[in-house]
């Protein structure tokens, strides 16, 4: 995420240096929580978190959990891990639902932390779940809030109780009083109340706050914090805490690219979980928060059960069956993948998803010079292909080439480029369908052992395999592969090139997507 990513920088870079050390003494130690400690208070973590969080990892690396691991350097990372879960939150907390419904969710927080926004977002992903929401709009002071929120209400599908204009006129207790009688009466199951924030915390937002609290009895209050505001974050949440209280905390603009460490103090020093990360300003950029997977963005270890769960919301089972078969019986075709390219593009943002794989900080340029375009390009370029085309691209010859290139306002080249990569993963894929274990090009099979590559090479050269005097495009055509696919550059149509090599699981795991687990 953008806004720990310079923490998660100075975190990684710390803990680069203790890997070719076989054994820590306690300066490497004392040197190693040193810098922690430097890159959490650049990051606006509050001194006292800072403190706590230091003093358990010195105390943990100096025992002997530590001088017992195989790998020290490995076992520093851990104990680092586990204590900024246990600064988050420690585990995660799901919304409290009323056993007699509706359940009432009232939101507060000041004015531009994104609580009209989020209410949409929390409606949204509600509905998905099978509830029936209603919004409230009780922010009668800030000018055009109520329309505002009847434009989030419609984006999201959401009913909407709006009575009064705002700008100033009505009762906002009465308005959230009557909201909740009016949810009971239509059978929504859900009531969440949108009220007033200020630029600063005063006795009248708080004031406010606490009559609406009293009036409807909340089942939930959830404060809506922006993660960019720095140290003010903690003592805005302790001012709403002591003047409203509140049950869940919930962290916005976490897309942003501000220090937002603050955030991190909130769980810790309020003693409220952290419930939801709103991650851009699209209503389905919403999760539920996991303090174990957000210590592992920071550190840059992955996230990749949020990357899975996202997957599977956007690809529908039976047709990734159908998919599988196609593979397994070459029976894939271009007309496939441009519907498995409208899936992708349903998971959201491609940058945000190849941000989620462990070690992604680390190619933060190739991430950063990622075209999201890139897809609308290859899509554009099989659009422009008649339907006998896209099921049988080997009657692509020049003459139809051009006509594509031109159609799509691309170059000859880059649609010869779609065709290869295709040409590839289409066979990539056919081997994981099948059980198998995919060829690189001009490499052995991926997740094979080291040196394993070469001697594929010579009991396939001696069964008949491809005889060339160049040891690429022998390599590459040994793997099934033509010259010109191994040379096409990386990081374009299918995504970057150089990433590590999937495990053993990662492929049993690609397995079960495709229903062949």
Known sequence: MATFGTLSDRLT??????????????????????????????????????????????????????????????????????????????????LQFAKQPPTVIMLAGLQGSGKTTFAGKLAKQLEKDGHTPLLVACDLQRPNAVNQLQVVAERAGAAIYAPEPGNGIGDPVKVAKDGVDHARRQQHDVVIIDTAGRLGVDAELMKQASAIRRATDPDEVLFVLDAMIGQDAVATAKAFQDGVDFTGVVLSKLDGDARGGAALSVASLTGRPIIYASTGE???????????????????????????????????EEEAKKVAEKFATDQFTLEDFLEQLQQVRKMGSMKKMLGML?????????????????????????????????????????SRRLRIARGSGMTVTDVNQLVQRFDQAAKMMKTVARGGVPSMPGMGPVGGKPGASSKRGKKQKSSGGS????????????????????????????????????????????QKLFGKG
Do not use: C, Y
């Open 13 to 94: 870079d710390t803990f680069r240096s203790l890997r070719t050390k076989g054994k820590l003494s306690a300066a490497d130690i004392d040197g190693t929580v040193r810098e922690i400690r430097r890159a959490l208070l650049d990051a606006d973590v509050a001194l006292q978190v800072v403190k706590e969080f230091t003093g358990k990892v010195r105390d943990r690396a100096l025992g002997d959990e530590v001088n017992r691991a195989l790998n020290p350097a490995q076992q520093v990372v851990q104990i680092v891990n586990e204590e900024l879960v246990g600064i988050l939150g420690g585990q995660q907390r799901r």
């Open 282 to 316: 699209g209503l389905d950029d919403l999760e539920a928060f996991h303090p174990d997977r957000m210590a592992s963005r920071i550190l840059d270890l992955g996230d990749i059960l949020t990357l899975i769960e996202q997957a599977q919301q956007a690809f529908d």
């Open 467 to 510: 005889r060339s005097g160049n040891p690429a495009k022998r390599a590459a055509e040994n793997a099934g592969l033509t010259a010109a696919a191994a040379a096409a550059p990386a990081g374009s149509g299918f995504g970057l090139g150089g990433a590590p090599e999937p495990s053993e699981a990662d492929l049993a795991e690609i």
């Open 358 to 398: 462990p070690g992604m900080g680390q190619m933060k340029q190739q991430l950063e010079d990622f075209d999201e375009r890139e897809i609308d390009r290859t899509e554009a370029i099989i659009r422009s292909m008649t339907p006998v085309e896209r099921r049988n691209p080997k009657v692509l010859n020049g």
